[in-house]
Structure formats: C-alpha cells, structure tokens
C-alpha cells in the first residue's frame, strides 16, 4: 500500500501498534488519578517511566536500531499502564479480571485469525484493498463478535447510557435545523 519505499519502516510501524493501544488506557488512568485528587502518583509515575525509557531506548536502539527505539518506547507505555491501573484500583473498585479478560481473549483469537489468514495461499492473490476490507471487515467480525457474545448485557447498557443522553440532543439539533432550512 505504501510502496517498497517504506518496507523498511514496516517493522517499526507495527511496534508502534502497541504504543497507540496502550497511550490511552494510560491517559485514561492518568485522568482518574487527577480527578481523584492524586496528581503526584502520574508525577511519580512519569519519573520511573524516565528512568528506565532512557538506558532503554540507549541500549535497545544501539542494539536494533529505530525498531529498538519503538520496543523501549513500548515498554515503557506498557510500564506506565501497569503501574496507573495499579494505582488507580486503590481509590476505584473494579475487577481487574472484568476489565481485561475477554479484551485480551478477543484480541488473541483477532490475531491468530489474522495470522492464519495470511498463510492462506488465494490469500496472496488479492489485490491489496481486497486484503485490507476483508481484514478490516474480519478484525471487526471477530474482535466485536467475541466482546458481543461474552459482553452483550453491559454493551446493551452503555449503549442505552449513551441514547438517554443522547437523544435530547438529537431532538433539538432535528428541531433547530427544520426552523432554520
């Protein structure tokens, strides 16, 4: 898709993957830590990821070169997470069970669905914007399937959450735009 030019990036792209999932879950307990009062615990946080992002980021990128700096880029999100979520189930009761399992079941099944499917040999054929709706459209299938099938009453009920407040939104935008054509 993006041409051989970029090939030697791909590696380092897909490292990245990991930092893009794992950023949010870290602002997200950095955001309940702040609004609980605790801004000192993603301070102290912060400066333990400092601490070991730096020799990391030394000695895996002398190591691997620009894919060493994403892997220690990626550990140290990683890190952070662990010690967030850590901090936040201190002040928020929640079942880290609940929370990760079947995220985490799902994205491992996601993944071996993906993989297996590019061992396939008509899968090779494709045009490439064949490869990415189906794997888009399979991602989508599988991952959402799995969360659907295991999770469907709390999906039912945030989305529920979302319409209640929703809807009277709708209703005045839908008002407003038919008195203003």
Not at 39 to 65: E, K
Not at 80 to 96: C, K, M, P, Q, T
Not at 146 to 160: F, H, K, P
């Amino acid at each position: 898709l993006l041409g051989d030019k970029w090939l030697p990036m791909l590696r380092t792209f897909q490292l990245m993957i990991i930092y893009t999932l794992l950023d949010p879950l870290s602002l997200g307990a950095s955001n309940l830590l702040i609004a609980l009062g605790y801004p000192g615990h993603i301070v102290r946080t912060r400066v333990i990821q400092l601490v070991f992002f730096v020799p990391a980021v030394i000695l895996l990128g002398s190591w691997q070169g620009i894919e060493g700096v994403a892997l220690a880029a990626d550990f140290m999100v990683m890190i952070g997470v662990v010690i967030l979520f850590w901090l936040s189930h201190r002040y928020v009761d929640y079942s880290a069970r609940r929370l990760w399992f079947w995220p985490v079941v799902a994205l491992g099944a996601t993944t071996a669905v993906v993989l297996l499917l590019g061992t396939l040999p008509a899968w090779q054929t494709f045009n490439i914007w064949v490869k990415i709706l189906a794997k888009l459209l399979l991602i989508t299938l599988c991952y959402g399937g799995i969360l659907w099938l295991v999770e469907r009453e709390q999906i039912r009920t945030g989305w529920n959450t979302i319409w209640t407040v929703a809807q009277p939104m709708v209703a005045a935008w839908q008002k407003r735009t038919k008195s203003n054509p």
